[in-house]
């Protein structure tokens, strides 16, 4: 079978290629980017019957024809290949002996200025700039120079294009001075390729109205079945079409492919002209179905972004299994836009969901979620951090509360501090929410406090520095179980250390103070003045995604540093280390580095998440007794708990404890 596509990119330009093309293909039409019925619902929004009509670089499509057929009698189709205007005035001289048919190249037109009302491009300009070679771009410069010469003032250039990038920025360097320039989105033409079992492309139809001058760049986009949306320039449109051509690239590998290898893809959706993304879509598959004929969208309520089973890849690995469907689309509302309900969001959504489906599904899609509404999320205050950058209060109600949480935007989906709140009534018999001090936002935070019991059960006021405040949550939480202790909390942003007291009701006192201050100058001063602590916890947030390490910032562990903290010990001291890293040969090398300068390390590996509480002291201890201690201590706080809410269940269940308690390798 003789092949009719071009041997490179380059050749779509050249006459001989094309005269080579339409004698291969004889009276077989070729149409670029969709037939007539695909494309005729925007054509004849732009194209009015009396206009003037030029179809450049006609080649044989029908779309000529098919317009002529419409009552559309104006019209001349031009091309530079003399082949295939002479089959197309035999095919046309019986019935249609008006529509005319002449061999021109469109870069030197013979018409006069102002001729046409519209100028009608079905893949010319595509083909004319293969590339962005000099030659090439000055040959596509006279081209549009050339249409610009022939419409009138008001005509319409109508270029139906894939919209390469340097195909785009063409039409807008050479049109928007004195152009109007909107691109529609021709997503009939893509619905039947996919109908066709092809690889539909994003094709677009570029409408350039012409004027005698334009104050500033019009530039507008229409989307599948949206409204006109006016961008504020052109480099927005730029940004546009390259989203939805690689969005497109992804729902065509879905449509055919498998990502259960990949673990899981993920995209942002956007409102045309907003900046920010209304959804994130994550598209799972089940690794050991050959194919993918069931298919299912979740939808995660507003403020259950931030659990586990939505938050990391784990738990949506997790949840695509017990939903046993072949592909799961898992989807979070994001923050910052506005959500009427749980079947507004479905319906605007459906589209956008549908696109995602495999090749062979059989069943209806079905909505799935945690409930009948898609939760709640109240901004409480917006602020800015120097160091951390935005950041948002907000509180979310669950069924099983109401929460508030302190959330960095450069991180949504992590939680920096959380507080579940309570309603308690006032002197003056009003009701108001005030942050419940027994609760336990972060689990790392309950085998951080029961090992800091453990190092204080022979000095229940000892001295503690904790590393780290954030909403202090932390330090909230050991003042209800270590009443007597002595607490420096340090924090080095000041804007930080006002929310947790403004919004997360940390109250400061003779046994509770802040210093704003780098933690590792804290201590480094610290052994300098020989100050000595009964316990050191570090609980700090890493900032750099680079480093493979979530907790603590690199400094933090760097040997001459980690010595620093162990000269600031007293000799039953205990350092307690949050720390979290996914690479685990970065995690081998800072217990390798502990171990070096601590007679003791131990560790708690936190079931189902990432957090490792590492236990290190000075001088050395007999693991078997050490380990007994712990589990005392947690008697000791469930007994408290109890104690003061008996509705409460234990924090600990000592078995579980002990058992994930180990000398740290």
Same mark, same amino acid.
Request: proline share 3%; hydrophobic share 35%.
């Given at each position: ?62 779309? /000529?024809?098919?317009?002529? !057929? ?9 091309? &530079? ?14 019935? #249609? ?16 200025? /102002?001729?046409?009302?519209? %100028?009608?491009?079905? /893949? ?19 081209? +549009? ?24 920025? $063409? ?17 009939? *033409? ?20 012409? @004027? ?17 949306? #006016? ?5 927005? +449109? ?15 590998? +879905? ?17 045309? /002209? ?95 979620? &945690?409930?009948?509404?898609?939760? $709640? ?29 302190? %959330? @960095? ?18 002197? #003056? ?6 942050? !419940? ?16 019991? *453990? ?28 009443? #007597?202790?002595?607490? $420096?909390? %340090? ?14 009701? +940390? ?101 189902? !998440? ?12 007999? @693991? ?42």
């Amino acid at each position: 079978m003789t092949t009719l596509l071009p041997k490179s990119h380059q050749e779509f330009s050249k006459a001989n290629y094309w005269n080579t093309f339409f004698k291969k293909r004889g009276k077989k039409t070729f149409e670029w980017y969709g037939e007539f019925p695909d494309l005729s619902s925007h054509l004849l929004k732009y194209i009015k019957p009396n206009d003037n009509v030029v179809i450049v670089g006609c080649g044989n499509s029908t779309l /000529g024809m098919d317009l002529y !057929d419409n009552n559309y009698k104006n019209i001349i189709n031009i091309d &530079l290949s003399q082949v295939v205007i002479k089959q197309m005035l035999e095919m046309n001289k019986v019935k #249609r002996p008006d529509l005319i048919f002449e061999a021109m190249d469109a870069t030197k037109m013979t018409y006069s200025d /102002g001729k046409f009302s519209v %100028v009608l491009d079905k /893949g010319t300009l595509d083909a004319l700039m293969s590339d962005t070679n000099e030659s090439t771009i000055a040959s596509t410069t006279k081209y +549009l120079n050339e249409i610009k010469r022939v419409l009138k003032n008001n005509g319409r250039y109508i270029c139906i294009s894939l919209l390469q990038e340097h195909i785009l920025k $063409t039409i807008i360097e050479n049109c928007s001075s004195n152009c109007a320039i909107r691109a529609i989105r021709c997503h009939e *033409t893509e619905l039947k390729a996919k109908e066709q079992d092809e690889s539909p492309m994003p094709v677009f139809m570029v409408v350039a109205t012409k @004027f005698i001058k334009l104050p500033q760049p019009i530039v507008e986009i229409v989307l599948t079945d949206g409204p006109l949306v #006016r961008l504020s320039n052109p480099e927005e +449109l730029i940004n546009s079409i390259i989203s939805i051509q690689e969005s497109a690239s992804l729902c065509n590998n +879905l449509y055919k492919s498998c990502v259960a290898n990949e673990g899981e893809v993920s995209l942002d959706l956007y409102k045309p /002209g907003d900046k920010e993304p209304r959804y994130t879509v994550y598209i799972l598959d089940q690794l050991l179905t050959k194919e993918r004929k069931t298919y299912a969208c979740f939808i995660v309520p507003q403020g259950r972004e931030m659990d586990w089973l939505f938050r990391t890849k784990e738990g949506r690995q997790q949840l695509s299994k017990s939903v046993q469907y072949d592909r799961l689309a898992i989807v979070i509302l994001r923050r910052g836009q506005i959500f009427e309900n749980l079947n507004t969001v479905k319906k605007e959504l459906a589209d956008s969901i549908k696109s995602f489906a495999p090749a062979a599904l059989k069943n209806q899609i079905p909505f799935l979620s &945690l409930g009948k509404d898609i939760g $709640t999320r109240k901004i409480l205050y917006e602020g800015n951090s120097n160091i951390s950058g935005p950041f948002v209060i907000e509180e979310n109600e669950t069924e099983n509360g109401v929460y508030r949480r302190l %959330v @960095f935007l450069n991180n949504q989906f992590v939680i920096q501090s959380e507080a579940k709140l309570k309603q308690v009534t006032t002197r #003056r018999k009003k009701s108001k929410y005030i942050v !419940d001090p027994h609760f336990v936002a972060c689990d790392h935070h309950l085998y951080m406090t029961v090992g800091l019991k *453990t190092a204080l059960q022979t000095n229940d006021n000892g001295e503690i520095v904790i590393i780290g405040l954030g909403g202090g949550g932390l330090c909230t939480f050991i003042r209800q179980y270590m009443s #007597r202790a002595n607490i $420096t909390a %340090v924090e080095i942003d000041p804007t930080i250390f006002k929310v947790a007291t403004d919004y997360f009701d +940390l109250v400061l006192d003779d046994k509770l103070k802040v210093e704003i201050t780098d933690g590792t100058v804290y201590l480094q001063n610290s052994a300098k003045e020989g100050k000595k602590f009964d316990a050191i916890l570090f609980d700090v947030d890493n900032k750099d995604p680079s480093v493979g390490m979530s907790c603590p910032p690199k400094v933090f562990i760097e040997p001459a540093f980690l010595k620093t903290v162990e000269t600031c010990l007293s000799d039953n001291g205990l350092f307690i280390l949050n720390l979290v890293a996914r690479n685990e040969t970065l995690r081998n090398e800072v217990i390798s580095d502990l171990k070096k300068i601590y007679k003791f390390v131990a560790t708690y590996k936190l079931l189902d !998440d990432v957090n490792e509480i590492v236990f290190c002291a000075k001088n050395e201890k007999d @693991f078997k007794e050490w380990r007994n201690s712990v589990a005392e201590s947690a008697k000791s706080i469930n007994s408290q708990v109890k104690a003061k809410k008996p509705e409460a269940d234990n924090f600990f269940e000592i078995t579980s404890l002990l058992s994930n308690l180990s000398i740290a390798s």
